[in-house]
């Protein structure tokens, strides 16, 4: 068990390290130039992302792209390439990958349909479709 000012430092890291993504999840970022932003070291900063956020710097970073991205691909006049480096993906083949991982269809796959896919594990469990 955690002293409530543990608590509370991690969640305030926590917050800081949230709002900063939220604000340039476009950019070059690393959980290094993060802490150091939030006067924090890289450990306080993981052990603030896992018991407060449940998650890790890099899984939050590419969810929040992700999400940016989906919003982004419904813009029909950019291209896979433009949401890629507008969400900060330099190769939009890495970045094809990654959204394909995150929301179960690739990129343009969900800008022909509007959709996000069913998680691979999904289509297995609903079993054959019936006509």
């Not at 924090?40 to 992700?66: C, D, I, N, P």
Request: zero cysteines; hydrophobic letters at 40%.
């Amino acid at each position: 068990m955690h002293r409530p000012a543990t608590i509370r430092l991690r969640t305030s890291l926590f917050e800081d390290a949230v709002a900063i993504v939220e604000s340039e999840f476009a950019s070059d970022l690393s959980l290094d130039d993060i802490a150091r932003r939030v006067a924090s070291s890289r450990r306080q900063l993981q052990r603030a992302y896992s018991e407060v956020g449940s998650t890790t710097f890099r899984e939050h970073l590419t969810a929040v792209r992700m999400e940016r991205a989906a919003e982004l691909l419904a813009i029909r006049g950019l291209t896979v390439r433009d949401v890629a480096h507008r969400v900060g993906y330099r190769q939009p083949a890495q970045f094809a990958k990654a959204f394909r991982r995150h929301h179960g269809v690739a990129p343009s796959d969900f800008r022909a349909t509007g959709r996000l896919g069913r998680p691979p594990t999904a289509s297995i469990a609903a079993g054959p479709a019936v006509a």
